[in-house]
């Protein structure tokens, strides 16, 4: 199948939007991008050196413009698949570019989420948000935007191994394409 709409995948860190991604991408046939990539890519630093320097606030407005940038190009190519950054479903202007494709939720236990970020040794890519033990930072960051992920989402994909995940996203934008 021929995308022609941006696909983006949303979740808080850890979820799998990254693995998923690419396999979807391969699937359908279209290209990937990761917004935390490409924003790393554009600053020239990982994201906790950026935030450390910068404040959450100035990465955030850099987050929109990533988002921004990557929908466009993905649109110009036809579709794309679009790993989200956690936090992107924190700002209207984001949530609105979201609306204009096809967004699915990876919903992921807490429990889940806390074991992979915990093996995760990449702590510049996924710096904390609070500084608290990884369980409850996971339990209370998705506390606050469980409900943002699933106003967003087109499609809830429920916890499954990666190829389970690329099934049900297929089948998700088959049905709402």
């Given at each position: 199948m021929k995308q022609t709409k941006n696909i983006f995948l949303i979740g808080p860190r850890g979820c799998g939007k990254t693995s998923v991604g690419i396999a979807l991408a391969r699937r359908l046939g279209c290209g990937f991008s990761d917004t935390d990539h490409a924003l790393v890519e554009a600053v020239g630093k990982e994201i906790a050196d950026y935030v450390a320097e910068q404040g959450w606030e100035a990465f955030r407005d850099r987050e929109t413009q990533t988002l921004e940038r990557v929908a466009a190009a993905g649109a110009d190519a036809g579709g794309w698949v679009i790993g989200c950054g956690g936090g992107i479903i924190l700002r209207p202007r984001n949530r609105d570019i979201l609306a204009t494709g096809i967004t699915l939720y990876l919903r992921t236990s807490v429990q889940t989420l806390a074991d992979r970020l915990a093996r995760d040794l990449n702590e510049a890519q996924r710096p904390s948000?609070?500084?608290?033990?990884?369980?409850?930072?996971?339990?209370?960051?998705?506390?606050?935007?469980?409900?943002?992920?699933?106003?967003?989402?087109?499609?809830?994909?429920?916890?499954?191994?990666l190829d389970a995940l690329v099934e049900l996203a297929v089948a998700q934008v088959h049905r709402l394409s």
């Open positions: 948000l609070t500084g608290r033990p990884v369980v409850d930072e996971v339990r209370d960051v998705l506390a606050e935007r469980a409900e943002l992920y699933e106003g967003c989402a087109d499609a809830i994909l429920p916890e499954a191994d």
